[in-house]
């Protein structure tokens, strides 16, 4: 079965994360992947955080599979020359440097547009322009740049990183939005185009709720968050839902530091969780029976309902909620998401041979397509496909033992 992409070729100048990310989708979604990276070191990320010795790390074979690997020194002439000819052959091209890091090399956008009309060149950049155009920017600094810091954590607290990895590859999923939709404007245009996506932008995107409520509280107090406000400003909301609905994080059975389950309260869900938890006289007290009452106490209604869920575990009432379609989530750690059978059926994580580190698990694709279903290949040796690619460009075996003996591959 052909996959979405298939015949689609990237130039993939990524690396850590957010860009790496980006082109490992496109990947999955069918299309040839070559990761140029740097002889004798590439990608970064290849060393960093090892857990075995002279073995590519988990943070690079997890942001890396479905690509092929080659070597290339662009500071040289003949590798600006093997750049040329990948750039003439590629139709996309990803790069995640700091601002002018490819013009340097002497590639600027006029010059690719030269190579190469139909080049699409994506680029992630820290900051969109203007005055933060020149910062450095790392995953936790675009959460704090683009609101998800301050709105994160409890309102006596500092403010919170998320785990999620909302900077960097949040950033790399707007890319390949971007990407795509530069590569069907392409069918009608025949040019390619400029694509940029800044980390701040992606994160103050994914915060678009919380401008929401900035906007709203200059109007008043923020009724559904779990602590008076007052301020000016869109306080930390702790484990509320910030939506219609409250919803809260309890806890379960036996009380270890993930034994908890998150629960969303809707107003058909009030009666059968009221004598669910022992008190049906809340259905038709007035103080209880409506949302607007619960409204201005929903750390009372939680605090009864983890008076029951303390004692039972969250699977016990994962059952017992769901039976009653009221909407509700364990909080599962990484060791139960590791080891869940369902998400492994599903292909949500999956297992994955490599030649170095034996067998690693890794996320699987979460885009799923019925007719482009997506076979999670193991990430590439550095420089692994040096002769395949570049044989396909046409340089002979003597010309690549030439720039192998030269430093250039």
């Not at 992947?33 to 290849?46: H, N, Q, S």
Request: hydrophobic fraction near 35%; include cysteine; proline fraction near 6%.
């Amino acid at each position: 079965m052909s996959k979405a992409l298939e015949g689609v070729r990237v130039l993939d100048m990524t690396h850590v994360q957010s860009g790496p990310s980006s082109t490992q989708l496109l990947g999955w979604l069918g299309a040839d992947v070559v990761k140029l990276e740097t002889p004798g070191r590439g990608d970064i990320t290849r060393q960093q955080l090892r857990d075995k010795p002279g073995v590519d790390s988990l943070y690079f074979t997890m942001l890396n599979c479905n690509k092929r690997s080659i070597t290339v020194n662009m500071k040289t002439a003949e590798g600006k020359e093997i750049f040329a000819d990948l750039v003439k052959t590629s139709d996309i091209l990803v790069e995640n440097f700091g601002p002018g890091v490819v013009d340097r090399f002497g590639f600027t956008w006029e010059r690719l547009q030269e190579l190469n009309p139909r080049l699409i060149y994506a680029s992630i950049k820290g900051f969109g322009g203007g005055k933060f155009a020149k910062f450095k920017a790392y995953e936790v600094i675009a959460q704090a740049m683009g609101g998800a810091m301050a709105t994160t954590g409890f309102a006596d607290g500092p403010p919170t990183a998320t785990g999620a990895q909302i900077g960097d590859s949040g950033t790399g999923i707007h890319l390949v939005a971007a990407i795509l939709a530069a590569l069907y404007q392409r069918t009608n245009t025949g040019r390619g185009q400029r694509v940029q996506v800044a980390m701040q932008d992606a994160v103050l995107n994914l915060c678009r709720v919380k401008l929401r409520d900035q906007q709203r509280i200059a109007l008043g107090p923020l009724n559904e968050y779990p602590t008076p406000n007052t301020g000016v400003e869109v306080p930390r909301s702790g484990n509320a839902s910030g939506g219609g609905q409250p919803g809260w994080a309890v806890r379960c059975a036996p009380g270890g530091p993930n034994d908890y389950i998150y629960v969303i309260i809707q107003p058909p869900g009030w009666k059968p969780l009221a004598e669910l938890i022992g008190r049906p006289d809340l259905v038709q007290d007035p103080q209880w029976a409506t949302p607007e009452a619960r409204l201005s106490k929903l750390d009372k209604v939680f605090a009864l309902v983890e008076e029951w869920t303390e004692k039972h575990t969250k699977w016990e009432i994962l059952e017992k909620l769901n039976a009653h379609d009221i909407p509700c989530g364990p909080i599962l750690s990484t060791q139960e998401l590791i080891d869940d059978t369902t998400l492994a059926e599903l292909g949500t994580v999956v297992e994955v041979e490599h030649p170095e580190r034996g067998t690693f698990k890794t996320v699987g694709s979460p885009l799923k397509l019925s007719d482009s279903p997506v076979d999670v290949q193991r990430s590439p040796l550095l420089g692994e496909h040096n002769e395949e690619v570049l044989s396909e460009l046409g340089y002979s075996g003597d010309r690549l033992k030439e720039l192998r003996a030269a430093g250039v591959i």
